[in-house]
């Protein structure tokens, strides 16, 4: 804790030879009706007799309405479906205690290193910090976010875990890690320059994964 708490083919089928077609066709797929004066009696097709100029003219203006109204139907779709993909690709991710969760790594001399970290942001967010609780996992922690940059001077006042607690500069190095502070002490943890932020993880992983001081913290604020 801080202390203080600085801490998602056929668009017109020839008739055969009987009567052409008289009328207007019924509607197209999906609930359009074609546009246009142009009726299926105006195609007079017979099996030996060629197309007639007027004929060629009409069929393509049957294969255009039609292709253009499968096109704008197409283009409907899409813009309808990066919505949907916006709000179910990203959830707003939350902790039990309210704060949000966001992807943090460390990386060190051994390789990269990740976390989940929860944001304390607020005064009161940042004075509460882990006090009162009882379990951590091993690659969960929570990060103290400063604006601009401060000295910043923590304590483990109702804090029944041991905690690492890593003061991070500006540009991501770490300046210092205070390793399995003592839980319920009120010793004052501090560091003798700015820092951008502070990371708290559990008691002793430091160590376990080889962080140092000098390894760089990334992650971003949402």
């Known amino acids: 804790m801080l202390m203080h708490r600085d801490r998602s083919r056929d668009a017109a089928q ?10 207007r066709p019924g509607k197209a797929a999906g609930g359009v009706e074609p546009l246009g004066r142009t009726s299926w009696s105006a195609l007079r097709v017979s099996p030996t007799q060629p197309l007639s100029p007027a004929d060629h003219g009409h069929l393509r203006w049957w294969v255009w309405t039609l292709m253009a109204a499968a096109f704008a139907m197409l283009i409907a779709s899409c813009r309808a479906e990066p919505a949907a993909n916006v709000s179910q690709s990203v959830p707003v991710r939350t902790a039990p205690s309210g704060l949000d969760l966001v992807p943090l790594s460390i990386q060190s001399a051994n390789g990269r290193h990740a976390f989940t970290v ?8 940042q004075s509460r910090g882990m006090m009162f609780r009882r379990a951590m996992g091993a690659d969960d922690g929570m990060i103290f976010p400063f604006q601009p940059p401060r000295p910043a001077s923590f304590w483990m006042r109702n804090t029944y875990l041991p905690l690492d607690i890593i003061f991070v500069r500006a540009d991501g190095t770490i300046a210092r890690i205070a390793a399995n502070a003592t839980p319920l002490s009120e010793e004052s943890i501090a560091v003798g320059e700015p820092v951008a932020s502070v990371l708290e993880i559990r008691g002793g992983r430091a160590a376990e994964l080889g962080i140092a001081e000098g390894d760089r913290v990334d992650w971003r604020d949402p």
């Open 118 to 125: 929860e944001v304390a942001r607020t005064s009161g967010e």
């Open 14 to 23: 020839a008739t055969e030879d009987s009567p052409p077609l008289r009328g």
